[in-house]
């Protein structure tokens, strides 16, 4: 009997796959096929993405199924969140693809704000202040590009247009949508209110789609492209989403770390939290599969490691870091890693420089210092978001259970462990992929539903319990 095969595209800011995944043995297979680089490109000014190159990518991936003779019933993307693009009338895209990392939105908070204050609108929609969330970056393109604003028919974020470039079929999905700043808490779908406010236009924004919602099929043009015809298939499409899905419990007595570029750390629940308190601990309650809830914070994460390594003459292993940072761990110095000096700087070991120096500390000089400087404020960052979880909802959790690339850092799990006395696990590795096949899966009733598609994961990938590294 021949395998069904489902094909998860995860976009992250530096790098796509195409994983192929199927049931054999009684366990989800998964395998990498393709993979591809991104990045920012200076365009105009701004820090963009360059989505003629992901479309092209997302093709040639598609390509390789029919190479391998291995054709998915189904296709899903997902991507990072709050990016989009502005299409007009006839699809067409109009302006640059800016990503969330440019400068545009400095000072567009105090915009909004002025239409509507922040404490209300936490109230409505429940999401974590972030400079870059799409509320601000629309408010951005109202102020200085108001003929684009004007113009644009539709609003697509970044995997929703790959998705219409394969089908046709513009659709909006959930997980994602939450995401922008415009989508209330209580009813789950957009806030027309809050978008005429703010003289957004709110004809742009379609219907909301949830996680295994059917997109269509690929056009004959596309088809006839990569070899074959298939079905998109909305996963949760925005990458945090898919990689809570395959955080392997099925309890609710864990705290996860989603943990790669960006880390997200939280819990799920089935009631948002919008009150003044969950906003001055700055938690968010982005949407998750099945009309749940992420309630997590959004913490730098590894992008200021990524970045550091880049500035080292020498093209040191993982396993070298760890040695390193070890070797620095007489460095008390630490820095608050969700400081804006961090979202895109020229150099990272500056920017950590001029922190410390800013704020009366010593100053990392050596790759040691510096490894173990960001090492450390990472974990006490961690540390003291577990511990703001736990106050905010008056209950203990005993377990951390961290997913993603990052789960595969011993030394930064290690750290994590010390600093929360948790019992922490890492796994699995492919969270984001395995968490967007299964929503395939799941409306191929491959599952009967989320908590065993959970039982699925633990059973499939391999979990480590982690012990303290000092």
């Known amino acids: ?12 800011a530096s790098s796509g796959r195409h994983i ?32 003629d ?25 997902d991507t990072w969140a709050v990016d989009f693009v502005l299409l007009d009338k006839n699809g067409n895209l109009l302006g640059s693809t800016v990503a969330y990392r440019d400068g545009r939105t400095k000072g567009m908070d105090e915009v909004v704000y002025k239409k509507i204050p922040e404490a209300e609108l936490y109230a409505r929609n429940g999401i974590q202040k972030q400079i870059f969330n799409s509320i601000y970056q629309l408010v951005a393109i109202q102020q200085n ?19 219409y470039l394969l089908t046709g079929v513009m659709k909006n999905e959930y997980t994602n949508a939450t995401t922008t700043q415009l989508v209330h808490a209580q009813t789950r779908d957009w806030d027309y209110e809050l978008m005429d406010r703010l003289a957004i236009p709110k004809e742009i924004f379609g219907a909301i789609s949830m996680p295994k919602s059917p997109v269509g099929a690929l056009k004959d043009s596309i088809a006839a492209r990569v070899g074959f015809q298939t079905e998109i298939v909305l996963p949760a499409t925005h990458d945090t989403g898919s990689a809570v899905m395959a955080v392997p419990s099925t309890s609710d007595d864990h705290i996860y770390l989603s943990s790669g570029t960006w880390s997200l750390m939280g819990i799920e629940r089935l009631i948002p939290d919008c009150s003044e308190v969950s906003r001055k601990h700055n938690f968010t309650n982005e ?13 730098m994460g590894m992008w200021m490691m990524q970045n550091l390594r880049k500035e080292f003459k020498h093209a040191y292993t993982f396993e070298e870091l760890y040695q390193l940072a070890h070797i620095g761990r007489y460095f008390t110095s630490t820095v608050n890693v969700n400081d804006e000096s961090f979202l895109a700087p020229e150099s990272m070991r500056e920017a950590l420089q001029m922190y410390c120096r800013r704020t009366g500390q010593a100053v990392p000089e050596t790759e040691c210092e510096l490894l173990y400087c960001v090492y450390h404020s990472l974990a006490k960052c961690y540390a003291e978001t577990v511990a703001e979880i736990e106050e905010v909802t008056g209950k203990r959790f005993a377990q ?21 006395g948790k019992n922490v696990y890492a796994g699995p590795v492919e969270a984001t992929a395995i968490g967007n096949l299964m929503a395939q899966m799941l409306k ?27």
């Open 145 to 163: 590009e108001p003929a684009v604003l004007s113009s644009a028919n539709y609003f697509l974020m970044v995997p929703e247009y790959l998705n």
């Open 444 to 470: 191929d009733d491959v599952f009967e539903d989320l908590s065993e598609a959970r039982q699925m994961v633990a059973k499939s990938f391999d979990v480590k319990a982690i012990t303290p590294v000092f």
């Open 53 to 77: 190159h992901l479309f092209y990518e997302v093709v040639e991936g598609l390509k390789k199924c029919d190479r391998l003779h291995r054709i998915p019933k189904s296709v899903g993307i």
């Open 287 to 299: 949407g998750g599969y099945h009309y749940r809830y992420r309630y997590l914070k959004n913490i």
């Open 1 to 12: 009997m021949e395998n069904t095969y489902y094909l998860a595209i995860d976009i992250g």
């Open 20 to 51: 192929l995944g199927w049931m054999e043995n009684g366990k989800i297979r998964i395998e990498e096929i393709y993979r591809f680089q991104n990045g920012l490109v200076k365009k105009n000014g701004h820090l963009c993405w360059d989505m």
């Open 400 to 420: 951390i259970h961290v997913v993603g690339g990052g789960c595969q850092d011993s030394f930064l799990n290690g750290l994590l462990q010390k600093h929360t």
